[in-house]
């Protein structure tokens, strides 16, 4: 995530489709007299994917289902430099826009049309990135497990060590964000932290968590690109499926995985414990990637 002194704001270019393409949404301000973006600033402590999920669904009263980051937008507001990070959302609900002191209307409209009318060149540039994107087919919380201790002082077998306090506080924090994404399934490694690490998850979305070998590490005296090239076609199976899931896998995968996938090398994949990206798919294709 981007660091800035100032203030912190995140919002999203909510869409549906149509039988002619797909709308957007925005917002008329009545404070300001103008047209733009649904978003607001970050609470407290607050994740920038939560803030412009909570934001969106504030002021137009839609529950979207966050996808791609888009470009952010650096402005001065109130004498002070201001952020505010966007993704494109995919519009699952509404509940009946009421009018209020902060917005006052809303518009669902083409694209294009959405880009005349908003008043600020940086929305209109949001708008453009997100038309130029290919469609999303499926989305990915990728995540590696939390932090379950030291290998060293852990006496059993290492598939069954568990999470310590700090690491069921990472695995609960973890579950606010891969609840934003809705998604239909939960996959895991087959250590028991990995398992644990999506517990919170599943309570929270009442589903199972299947378990899957091919996300593991290597087992001693198998080759490495063997598991990495297992991780990879795992995903990219779990994406061809559709919609949205989310997974745990383990530290000396993940890098190499997300490389094969994105054809990168130059770009640093390393996932911290209790970490983790979200992967947008377009077909078959690994889209984006963004760090949660």
């Not at 949001?126 to 590696?144: E, H, K, N, Q």
């Not at 891969?178 to 087959?190: D, K």
């Not at 199972?208 to 070998?213: D, K, S």
């Amino acid at each position: 995530m981007a660091a800035v002194t100032g203030i912190r704001a995140a919002g999203g270019v909510a869409w549906r489709p149509t039988d002619d393409g797909v709308r957007v949404c925005v917002v008329h301000r009545p404070r300001y007299g103008d047209w733009t973006l649904p978003k607001g600033k970050l609470e407290p402590g607050e994740h920038a994917l939560a803030a412009a999920v909570r934001e969106v669904a504030e002021e137009a009263d839609v529950r979207g289902v966050p996808q791609v980051r888009l470009p952010s937008a650096r402005y001065r507001s109130e004498g002070q430099p201001k952020l505010v990070d966007y993704w494109s959302m995919l519009a699952v609900a509404s509940g009946g826009f009421q009018p209020d002191t902060e917005v006052d209307d809303i518009r669902w409209l083409a694209v294009d049309d959405a880009i005349r009318l908003v008043s600020y060149p940086h929305d209109a540039e949001v708008l453009a990135a997100f038309a130029a994107l290919p469609s999303v087919t499926a989305t990915v919380a990728l995540v590696r497990h939390a932090h379950a201790g030291k290998r060293a002082t852990w006496s059993g077998p290492d598939v069954g060590r568990p999470l310590d306090a700090e690491g069921w506080a990472q695995a609960r924090t973890l579950a606010e964000l891969i609840a934003l994404i809705r998604p239909a399934r939960l996959v895991s490694a087959s250590p028991r932290r990995c398992v644990q690490t999506l517990d919170p998850a599943a309570a929270l979305l009442d589903l199972p968590i299947e378990v899957c070998g091919d996300l593991d590490e290597p087992q001693p005296g198998q080759q490495s690109d063997e598991q990495i090239l297992a991780t990879a076609a795992r995903l990219l199976e779990l994406a061809g499926t559709g919609g949205q899931s989310a997974v745990c896998s383990q530290g000396k995968v993940l890098p190499g995985a997300l490389e094969r996938l994105t054809g990168r090398t130059d770009e640093d994949f390393t996932t911290p414990k209790g970490g983790g990206w979200l992967l947008a798919f377009a077909a078959d294709r690994l889209l984006a990637t963004d760090r949660l």
